[in-house]
Structure formats: structure tokens, C-alpha cells
């Protein structure tokens, strides 16, 4: 069997990935908190499709846990895909530090903790793939966001280096920036129909470019030019605005 991990099953980019790859013959793994929410969602795959798929639970923020987690797993995954996502409250965050420690624990150091220990096996394997959704909201800080936009962008620049670590010893290392996605976490929202990706269609991405052996991506991928100009923004002047 040729297993995958996905991290943070629950969220729907993480469900829409994780049929993307059954679909291309793969067995899964799915962690998450509360593992048996998954249950239905695993049977209805395992009934469509005939594949293994196994539910682990994990806690990203238990940090203690994680790698008697990943020696537990009956076999080591071919690759593994961090979904793991907490927007949080910006307004609370700025002034409970519990609540901008939750953002930045949950988006950065919980997957960096996961992903040191499967990096060290996937280095003495010499084969493998680490994939991590960051969002375009670690390209640039904003008002509105930028606890979140902070704990992605210190996730992105982790996988540079990680991309940098393991090139050597033929591990891939993809960056996925998603901008907006219609999902549970931005229902309420109202989201310009042109820019918003379904889940769907960031599975397929994801899929397309790990398979390519891509190093960042942007879904849809006009965010990597909507982003480009955001950047190129003077601070002086960026710092005024309300975007």
C-alpha cells in the first residue's frame, strides 16, 4: 500500500485533497482532533473507491505527542499534507495573547514540530514529499489578519528552508498559498466570485503540482500576480490603505 498523511483532515480543502488522491490510487491516513467526526466521511471514500483509509488521531499543539504519533503509523507514509488552519479572531488577538498564541501555535509551531520528525525519516529514506498550505496572507501584513498572515508567513519561509534541507536527499517540498477558498472557515464572508476557489479546485492543484515536483504554488493561480502587485505597494503608502 502506498500511504499518504493528511494533517488537519477535517477542513474541507483537506477532505477535497484527500479524494483527489484515493481517486489517483492512493490509501490515506487522516489525522485530526476528534478523529471519529471523520468516520462517515472514511466510510462513504472506502465504499466509493475500495481504498484503505485509516483515521489516527493527533493534537498538532501537543507537541510531546507527535512523534510517538508518527512511529505508531503501521506503515510510513510516501508523502504527507499539512491542511492544519486556525484564522482565529484578529481583533481578540490583539489583545489576549492566548488567542494570538493559538494562531501562531496552530498555523507555525505545531506543524513545524510534526514536520521536523517526519523530516528526519523522509532524509534517511532518501524519498518522499512534505506539502504545507500557507495562505497569500503571509506575503504581506494587513490590519485585518496579520496574526494569521504572520504565523503562515514564518510557515513559508520554515518550508524554504526545509525545500533547501532535503533537496539533497530527493524529498520535495511544496508551499501552497491559497487566497480565498469557499469553506467553513470563511462561510459569512463575501468573497469576489472571480478570486474565490472551491475546494476542489485547490486539491486539484495541489495534486498537479506535487506531482510536477513544484516548489510554491498559488490557487487560483492569478493570486500569484494579485500578490506580485500588493508587494510591489510602498510601505509608506500600503500602511494607509484598507485592503
Excluded at 24 to 44: C, P
Aim: charged content about 25%.
Amino acid at each position: 500500500m502506498s500511504y499518504i498523511l493528511i494533517i488537519g483532515a477535517k477542513s474541507d480543502i483537506a477532505k477535497a485533497t484527500a479524494r483527489e488522491y484515493i481517486k489517483h490510487g492512493y490509501d490515506l491516513y487522516l489525522a485530526a482532533r476528534d478523529v471519529n467526526e471523520l468516520e462517515e466521511f472514511a466510510k462513504d471514500v472506502i465504499t466509493r473507491t475500495q481504498k484503505t483509509v485509516k483515521l489516527v488521531e493527533i493534537d498538532i499543539l501537543n507537541y510531546d505527542s507527535h512523534q510517538a504519533f508518527y512511529d505508531n503509523l503501521e506503515e510510513k507514509p510516501l508523502g504527507v499534507i499539512s491542511a492544519v488552519g486556525y484564522l482565529g479572531v484578529q481583533e481578540k488577538a490583539q489583545s489576549d495573547f492566548s488567542e494570538a498564541k493559538k494562531i501562531i501555535d496552530t498555523n507555525f509551531t505545531g506543524v513545524v514540530s510534526l514536520f521536523n520528525i517526519i523530516a528526519d525519516d523522509f532524509e534517511k529514506r532518501r524519498s518522499g514529499f512534505i506539502v504545507a498550505i500557507s495562505s497569500v496572507a503571509g506575503d504581506r501584513g494587513r490590519k485585518s489578519n496579520y496574526i494569521y498572515g504572520s504565523a503562515k508567513a514564518a510557515l513559508a519561509t520554515y518550508l524554504s528552508g526545509l525545500r533547501n534541507r532535503l533537496y539533497d536527499a530527493q524529498v520535495q517540498v511544496l508551499t501552497v498559498k491559497p487566497g480565498f477558498v469557499a469553506t467553513k472557515m470563511t462561510e459569512g464572508m463575501d468573497l469576489p466570485e472571480k478570486l474565490t476557489a472551491q475546494p476542489e479546485e485547490v486539491a486539484e492543484d495541489i495534486y498537479r503540482a506535487q506531482q510536477k515536483d513544484k516548489n510554491v504554488i498559488y490557487t487560483k493561480w492569478i493570486w500569484r500576480y494579485v500578490m506580485m502587485v500588493i508587494k510591489m505597494i510602498p510601505e509608506w503608502k500600503f500602511k494607509k490603505m484598507s485592503i
